[in-house]
Structures are given as C-alpha cells and as structure tokens.
C-alpha cells in the first residue's frame, strides 16, 4: 500500500464548503482521510505548511499539438508543463494534425498521454469532419472512445443549420458543445481588437460584435435545442451580458474566461509583439473588467488557459503573418491569484471553484473534490511567495509568453495526481 500525509496544509474544498487547518491522507491513489494530527508510519510526508490544499485543478482548454504539430508541443511536453502549473486535468482541443474528429484519433491521443502524461488528459472531439464545418464528425463513436465534449476550437461553425444539428446530436448524447465564438466574415483578415489602439498602430481590427453574434445566434439556438452549450474563451462585455441573460432564463449555458482576458488590454500590448496577439483578441479595459465581474457574480464559470504553444520561428514574423495564441498553464494561477484573488473581486474558495468543481460539473468529470474516496489529484500552492516566470525555463516546447520576467505573489507549490506527486516548486 502506498500512502501520503499531507500535514497541516489549509485544505479548501469548495464542495464540501470545508477551509480548515488539517491533515490529509492519500491512500492507493484515493483520498482516504482529512483529520488533525493524522499519524504517519510508513507514509511520505509532505510539509504543507502555510500552504493551500485544494483539489486537483482542470483546465478544460488545451493545445497539446499532437498529432501533426509535435515541434510546437506534445502531449507529453504540454502536459509536464500543465503540472508545472499546478493542474491534474487538461481537456484537449481537436485542431491537431489529422483533427480529432475520429475515434482513431481520441484512441492515439489517450494512448499516449497514458504512456507519457504525468496529469490526466481528456479529449475534446471535434464537431465537424476536419473542423470543417460541413458534416458533422462521428461523434457518438468519439464518446464511446473517450472525449468528454465536442468544439471545432480555432475554427468556429459558421453555418446555423449545422451547428442546429450539432447541437441536437450532442443533447441527445449529453455531450457538452464548446464553441469559440466567432463570426469570421466579420473577423476576416484582423490581427488585434478593432478600436482606438488598432487605429494608431494600423493593424486590422477585429470588432467586438464578431464574438457578440455568435454567442447571441448561439444563445438561441441552444434555446431551441437544449444542449449544454458552453462559451469558451469570453471576452467581450455584450457576450458576458448575453450568457448572464441566458442563465436567467434557466439555460444550461455556461462560460469560461482565460486569465489573459480578465488581466490584459489592447492598451497593454507591447506594440507588434506577437506575444500579445491571440483569438479572441485583447479588447478595451471595459471588457477586461466586464470578465472580471462576470467571474465574480458567478456568470463565467470556470478560468481556463487557452494554453496554445507556437515555436520562435513561428512567432518571430511580422505581427500580421504570426500564429494567434500564448501559453497559459505555468501563469494561469499566479494571474488568477494576483488579479482576482490579492485584487479583493473574488475569494479564495469561490476562485478554487473556477478551476475544479466547476469545469468538473461541465464536463461530467468525476473529480474536483477532496472528498474521501475521492482520485487523489491534489493542487498545492501559496498565497504569497514571490517568483519570476521565466519563459526560457518553461515545460513547454514554446516560448510565446506576454508574461516573461513577471514578478508574481503565490503560485503552484506542489500537483499530485492519483497520489503521486508529480511536480515540486524548485
Ligand atoms: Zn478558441
């Protein structure tokens, strides 16, 4: 038998409403007990001192590249560099190389994250065939083998007819369908936010209204359709007043937000630095803010990191020719605790939501909870010990990082997922 105390770690667990001062025993993988003083005879002893002790986070948006993008990231590199960022749970988006739009795909990827994964990786299928946005993928096949949700990320469905028929297919499967919300008639060829910045640097703007109609058509339709429709990536002030109006109506709607979206604005973008540019793009402080509230009253659900790695070559271009997206795992708590948490705008347990219990109920995940008998994934960090992001010692294979050299206050400590702790601050 193979055991683990963790002593007198400050162990929050938004389920059980539980912030105390306690010991915790992992036994065989499990959660066994949460007592003071748990004895520990033949156990590893890990210090948890002054530290918080919650349930494993889930990041329920991943880039992981593989297959067909292996120079960006792997699954193994990817998901060393999710430990590193405290989280026991990644979700993977579909845009690899073939797409994961077959159960051929979901079996590879689960295969080798079985093989070469220290955290749990679940795959997300993709809607149409290719991302294409025609015929719809096999879907109820990709469930059997495994995906816990189904998104054509990266490449929005454009049509009303499919994404109907999308949507009635995974209500009847209970899958949840992800959409990353974007109209691209109207996003055609922008690089930033349409606004005053993109103006004075003479990029292309991408207006606001492209993410506000899709989630309004979306809105609608998941209306006529009853699916667990959920927003990914939100960041604009309509789109988070328009899920506040579909959760008033009792719909199964729900969003997530990245950090980079409730701590940046266009205003802070170093201009033409790729590092800034991703989909959906930096919008104005009054969106920033918008977020920020939305995570607060409880209209956005869950942070997620939108972890989307690009190799130097790729980023190196001019602003206009590169990739959109950064990566997200290894800062996403040191953001989230700086901007939400030391900010005053939301607590501590509310915030440990975001990241577990929460994108576990999205997805019918059967974690994010200390609860014994639970799976032992385990994140431990601090509130306050100061450390710099260097990008350059990332897991990660890339380096495209806004936040390089940022001095952050608490952050991850320690992540043990099944028991066995699989990454240790240095
Ligand atoms: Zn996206």
Redesign the pocket.
Known sequence: MSRLVLKNGRIVDPVRQMDRVADLAIEDGVVREIAPAIGTTGAEVFDASGLIVAPGFIDM?VHLREPGFEYSETIETGSHAAAAGGFTSICC?PNTQPVNDSPTVTHYILERARQKAPVNVYPIGAITKGSAGEELASIASMKKAGIVAI?D??RPVMNARVIRRAMQLAASLNLPLIE?C?DLNLSAGGDMHEGLQSTRLGLRGIPRASEDVMVARDILLAELTGVRYHV??ISSKNAVDMVAYAKSKGLPVTAEATPHHFVLADADMAPYDSNYKM??PLRESQDVAAVARGLANGTIDAIAT?H?PHPGDEKMQEFERCPFGILGLETAIGLSLEHLYHSGKVGLSQLISMFTVRPARILSLERGTLAPGSPADVTIFSLDHEWTYDVNRSASKSRNSPFHGHLFRGGPIATIVGGQIVWRFA
Do not use: I, R, T, V
Request: net charge negative.
């Open positions: 948006h988006m998104s990320d990266g990353h974007e990914a990536h989909k959906p939108d989307a």
